[in-house]
């Protein structure tokens, strides 16, 4: 199977089929810190999953991404809105931001961080203190950070792979963020599109228990954390 960074480079359209069957998450970003006007920064942003309902009401939004196939999904998608541009794309390593210091009001990022945080990286812990060094150096002294990470897919309650739960204890207890959790189940028309739609990202394993559920609904379950500077 194709390894992730692949697939957001090869089957970019693919994947953003595959997101777009979850939940918008713009309201559970605006319980945590209301964006309408402010200067956002989307660290990780792939395919525009949080930029998309960002822009809307954003007074300038920074997209950056590791990868410019992915970045050119986004602006495309983002072009299709149809507002007054107001966002700009950026090629970027998480641990280095072309970013000024104090210019953004909230950094949000989703489903991104964990691929430099994860404990088969044996510098993670290097790479999240790197990570957050940058978004505290970014955010102006009332910003807030908000990050995305999956919680389990094929679950119907919290079971996060584990070899991202020393990164989640991490962002808890050293770093101070404050953590609950949301389902983000994907709808899909039936089990065939189910099966389909999820085999090139998650592998076989989910795809057996598409088919041995007959699920048409795949029960996904994703951490939010979040920080007030």
């Not at 994860?118 to 009332?142: F, K, Y």
């Not at 070899?163 to 949301?182: C, M, N, P, S, V």
């Amino acid at each position: 199977m194709a390894t992730h960074e692949q697939i957001y480079r090869n089957q970019a359209d693919t994947y953003e089929f595959m997101i777009s069957r979850q939940p918008e998450l713009s309201e559970v970003i605006k319980a945590i810190r209301p964006f309408h006007n402010l200067d956002i920064l989307d660290l990780g942003a792939g395919s525009g999953r949080l930029s998309r309902v960002l822009a809307k009401e954003a007074k300038s939004l920074l997209c950056t991404d590791i990868s410019s196939a992915m970045l050119d999904l986004l602006e495309h998608k983002l072009m299709q809105l149809g507002i007054t541009r107001n966002w700009t794309t950026e090629v970027a390593d998480h641990r280095n931001l072309p970013i000024a210091d104090k210019s953004i009001d909230l950094a949000v990022s989703g489903w991104s961080i964990c691929y430099l945080t994860g404990t088969e990286n044996n510098q993670w812990e290097e790479n999240l203190e790197q990570i957050i060094s940058e978004l505290r150096r970014v955010l102006r002294p009332d910003g807030t950070m908000i990050i995305f990470e999956t919680m389990g897919t094929g679950t119907e309650t919290p079971n996060p792979p584990r070899f991202l739960t020393d990164y989640y204890r991490a962002l808890e207890e050293d770093y101070g963020f404050q953590h609950k959790w949301i389902r983000m189940d994907y709808h899909f028309r039936d089990v065939e599109e189910a099966r389909q739609s999820t085999e090139f990202f998650f592998g076989e394993e989910l795809t057996k228990e598409i088919i041995d559920n007959h699920w048409s609904t795949v029960p996904e379950c994703a951490g939010i954390w979040w920080k007030h500077l």
